[in-house]
């Protein structure tokens, strides 16, 4: 996989996109249904990897004015875009941080959830490996981890009983070639599985 340009991102503008998915309370209510116990999405913290200008998070921060948002991205312009909506809508619960993947640490705290939207498939091992070493160290108790990730067209087209497998396999070769599925997945279990016609992606659920 080629690397990204940390650049790039800075100089060719992004669509600002919102992935209702991702909001907690449709999290929790796929965790739930699994036999979970996920934090109330009302009183909860969220942390988005890659977050681009937060155009995801800052309406989930309106929405959920108990809860804390943190989204980190490394692209500057972004983050500094973000910003300035935060501050414009006047939101004291969302902090937008430009920064890399690598760099979260102990020190944000842990997160009831932790999302990672569009991101996995575009950078390099090293920041593969990241995403899922901090949905491993800073998931709370319960915490659900969020992760999408492009996928073969093959696997769309595939049977029901290809799809376990082809979940099988990202958590064996998170390297391996992508392909077009849709798996969300419980503690390395697959729990439920969606395609779409033209673009789908692989989206899977850890707990701690
Ligand atoms: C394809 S965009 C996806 C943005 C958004 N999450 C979405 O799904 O629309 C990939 C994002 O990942 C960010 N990114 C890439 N490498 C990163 C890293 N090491 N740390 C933090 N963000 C990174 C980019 O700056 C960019 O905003």
Redesign the pocket.
Known sequence: MPE?P?AS?DEVP??D?V?PYTHPASVAAVAALFGMRPADPARCRVL?????SG??LIPMACDLPGSEFVG????PR?IDHGRRAVAALGLTNIDLRP?????VDDRFGRFDYIV????YS??PAE?RE?ILAVCKANLAADGVAYV?YNTYRSAAQGSARARPALSWRFWREPSAPATRSTAVCCGGRQICSTRRPTQTFITTTWRR
Not at 48 to 52: A, F, N, P, R, S
Not at 116 to 119: I, K
Request: glycine share 12%; proline share 0%.
């Open positions: 990204v940390t991102y992004y669509s996109y992935f988005e990897l890659g977050c681009w155009a995801n980190i991205d490394l692209s972004q920064g890399s993947i690598l760099d990672c939207h569009g991101v575009w950078v920041v990241g999408s």
